[in-house]
């Protein structure tokens, strides 16, 4: 004779602490459950993020605890700040006090759309500045490749339009320090530090700890992951993926694709982004930081170091074991001194079209 397995439940884990996780479930009551993983996904090395979809085998209701079961699929996974079916990032940054500065929201951009997340840029203390220095940045921003939402924290503008643009979506907040984040989290969750007090409670932690994110319900609908993780962009990318981080290059190449299709679009001929666009020049800032970085990891004898990445042509990388005994190992040119300059002519030239 066979029984009917446990019933299971599912929900979403919206904090983790250690080998705790508060999981939210779907249409029950209580609502949130303290929950443990089972071993096997522990044994299987099956980690389980803050945003994940869960299924809860046999809850207990009455001291509202559970056992997670089994991890659902995920729609997109972040490794920094660690969390799991993000929709969207909020990138935040305030148009005055302190003012807009376009390179770091530049890097910003970059850091949020490595991540292949969508990514919407808010612009808040409008309240501090005429409107057609807001119509200017909106302007300037939509020539980017973004539609910036403009707002007054302070001044309860334009929150309707934000709060549309959350609901039923898991949503990453980032900026820099300054510019209101904290201001616009209290508005959204007016019980956040009571909520934040529950939770730290229950998992006998405090938050503010560099990989703590948790998740919080909106009252229009949504849940907003408020994380110190993504406040400090390094631009740790490839360097022939950082075009694809470009809308503006993106759109060009649509329309007029390169000649060579491993063109960085630096000096190269018939180039189709090269040209008089405002951000062509962070690209190439961009581009200068990210091969250097490149150089310095290829340099490194840790253990990192011992695999070797291999960019092709399209982007994509592999990754090879590198030997370990230096003694046998041919030491390549680029990996001692790699430029702009470098890069550029180690990429094939063969088929220069007449100029
Ligand atoms: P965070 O560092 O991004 O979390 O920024 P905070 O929320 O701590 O805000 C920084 C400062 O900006 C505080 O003094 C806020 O009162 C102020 N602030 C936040 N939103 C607005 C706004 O919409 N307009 C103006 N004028 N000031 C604001
Ligand atoms: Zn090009």
């Known amino acids: 004779m066979t029984t ?16 705790f996780y508060q999981v939210r479930l779907e249409g029950a009551t209580p609502a949130t459950l303290l929950c443990t993983r089972r071993s096997r996904l522990k044994k ?14 046999d809850p207990d209701f009455t001291d509202a605890q559970g056992v997670i079961c089994e991890i659902l699929p995920r729609r997109t996974c972040l490794d920094r700040p660690p969390i799991a079916n993000a929709d969207q990032i909020l990138l935040v940054f305030a148009i005055a006090q302190p003012s807009l500065d376009p390179w770091q929201l530049s890097r910003f951009l ?3 759309e490595a991540t292949g997340i969508a990514t919407q840029i808010c612009l808040n203390k409008c309240d501090l500045v005429p409107t057609t220095e807001q119509q200017h940045w909106q302007a300037r921003l939509q020539a980017w490749g973004y539609d910036p939402l403009v ?12 709060a549309t643009q959350l609901a039923d ?24 530090e009571v909520r934040v007090a529950e939770v730290s409670g229950k998992l006998q932690r405090g938050r503010h700890t560099t990989r703590h994110v948790e998740l919080f319900e909106l009252t229009t609908g949504g849940l907003l992951a408020d994380s110190p993780g993504f406040n400090k962009p390094d631009l740790v990318c490839a360097a022939q993926q950082l075009a694809g981080y470009f809308p503006e290059i ?4 649509a329309a007029n694709p390169c000649h060579f299709n491993n063109c960085i679009h630096h000096n190269e001929p018939h180039c189709g982004v090269r040209g008089e666009w405002e951000r062509y020049e962070h690209y190439l800032k961009f581009l200068e930081e990210a091969i250097a970085a490149e150089t310095v990891r290829h340099q490194q004898p840790d253990s990192e170091a011992r695999v ?9 990388r592999t990754y090879e074991p590198r030997l370990e005994s230096k003694k046998y ?21 063969e088929d220069l079209p007449p100029t």
């Open 169 to 192: 979506r898991v949503t990453l907040f980032a900026g820099p320090s300054g510019v209101g984040k904290s201001s616009l989290i209290r508005t959204l969750i007016p019980d956040v």
């Open 110 to 112: 970059i850091q949020a």
């Open 329 to 349: 190992r041919r030491t390549s040119r680029r990996h001692r001194h790699q430029t702009l300059k470098d890069w550029e002519t180690e990429l094939n030239r």
């Open 4 to 19: 009917d397995p446990s019933p299971r439940w599912a929900g979403m884990v919206v904090a983790k602490q250690a080998n």
């Open 308 to 316: 070797k990445v291999k960019i092709k042509t399209d982007g994509q």
């Open 151 to 162: 707002l007054s924290v302070e001044h309860q503008i334009g929150l309707d339009q934000l």
């Open 44 to 57: 299987l090395g099956q980690r389980v993020m803050v945003g994940d979809r869960v299924q809860i085998e």
């Open 250 to 253: 993106r759109d060009r190449l």
